[in-house]
Each structure stands twice: as structure tokens, then as C-alpha cells.
């Protein structure tokens, strides 16, 4: 697997890129449900999609990582390198989303991309990450839990005031079950929420 940052050309997002990130969004319509982002979540349209990705972008610090296994865009993170209010005194990146093509859910693919997004973090010496789950998304809690991660507090959302739980993982230097290697970067070949 391969994680590859989406890059605007002339402050404009390709268009075959954008065709099929919006595909994948238009797979996950049961999460879109719960979240709300979109006003018909089963019609999802390349237009909402770019607003969404440069709403995403617009935040210092903020990356879009698109995951390709055999050159298929199967998913995408969306991470922060901090909290995107300096007042909070959080000192961990975060994980704004990661959303897997829904046909290709309970393959491995969201754990993998989730840990080639820690260990992009780890190899830049960060010691942990952070991620804002929906409360009304018990499968993504279960899922990061499965990570690792553990709650810290219950919050609401900065976007729409959902109901939420913050979740942490620490990063050591090494990935648990490979001492002494840092993660293997953005070339993993392995296989959200």
C-alpha cells in the first residue's frame, strides 16, 4: 500500500483524482449518514466533494493522504500536525478522518492505513495521536480502540457540535512487534472508519 499526499496543480485539484476520491466517498453513504457532511448522502457529487477537501486543506498543518493498493484508490486520511487551536495546548497531531471504499471494508485495509498515518507521525517524532470519534459511530470507536487508542474525554466537534469522544494513541519509536525498525514509511505493501 502506498500513501500519497493530494497535491492542488495551480491551486486546483486534478480532476481524475477528484472523479475518483469522490467515488469513494459516494461508497460510504452509512458513515455520511451519521456524520451529516453531506446533504443527501446517497447522492454525493464531485462539486460537495472538492468543497469538502479544500475545507479539510484550508487548516496549516493539514494533509490529505490518499491509500492505493495495486494503483486503486481503496481509501484517504485526513490529518492535522496539531489541533487547529493553538489555545488548546494539545501537542499531538490528529486524525481528521479515514474513510475506506466501503466495498473493500474487513479487509485490512483501514488498520493499514492507520498505521502507516502513525508511523508518518512517529518518524517525525511525535509522541502521539489523536482522533475526534462520532458517539454515534460505535463500529469506529470499536475500531480504534482495536488500535490501540483509548478515550480521553467526551467533546463535541468544532465543524457541526456532534457529540464525539477524543481518543489517543502514544507513539514510541518503534511500532509494537517490530523493535527496532521505524515504520516502513509510505511503501508498506500490506493490507475506516
Known amino acids: 500500500m502506498i500513501l500519497q499526499p493530494l497535491v492542488s496543480v495551480d491551486g486546483a485539484l486534478p480532476g ?3 472523479t475518483e476520491i469522490a467515488a469513494l ?8 449518514e451519521l456524520s451529516g457532511d453531506f446533504p443527501d448522502p446517497h447522492h454525493i457529487t ?4 472538492a468543497t469538502a477537501l479544500a475545507d479539510e486543506l484550508s487548516h496549516d498543518g493539514a494533509e490529505v493522504l490518499l491509500a492505493r493498493s495495486a494503483g486503486r484508490l481503496v481509501g484517504l486520511a485526513a490529518t492535522l500536525a496539531h489541533h487547529p487551536d493553538p489555545a ?5 497531531p490528529w486524525i481528521g478522518l479515514l474513510l475506506i471504499d466501503a466495498g473493500a471494508h474487513r479487509e485490512g485495509f483501514g488498520r ?5 498515518v502513525e508511523d508518518r507521525f512517529r518518524a517525525a517524532g511525535r509522541a502521539g495521536v489523536r482522533i475526534a470519534v462520532l458517539d454515534n ?4 470507536v470499536a475500531f480504534w480502540k482495536s488500535q490501540g487508542y483509548t478515550a480521553l ?4 466537534d468544532r465543524e457541526l457540535g456532534r457529540d464525539c469522544t477524543v481518543m489517543r494513541k502514544p507513539l514510541g519509536t518503534t511500532r509494537p512487534g517490530h523493535a527496532g525498525e521505524l515504520g516502513r514509511g509510505t511503501a508498506d505493501e500490506t493490507p475506516f472508519a
Open 16 to 18: 481524475p483524482v477528484l
Open 25 to 32: 466517498y459516494a461508497t460510504n453513504h452509512a458513515f455520511f
Open 46 to 49: 464531485v462539486e460537495q466533494v
Open 88 to 92: 488548546s495546548g494539545d501537542p499531538d
Open 112 to 116: 493499514t492505513v492507520a498505521t502507516l
Open 137 to 140: 459511530n460505535p463500529k469506529a
Open 153 to 156: 474525554r467526551r467533546a463535541r
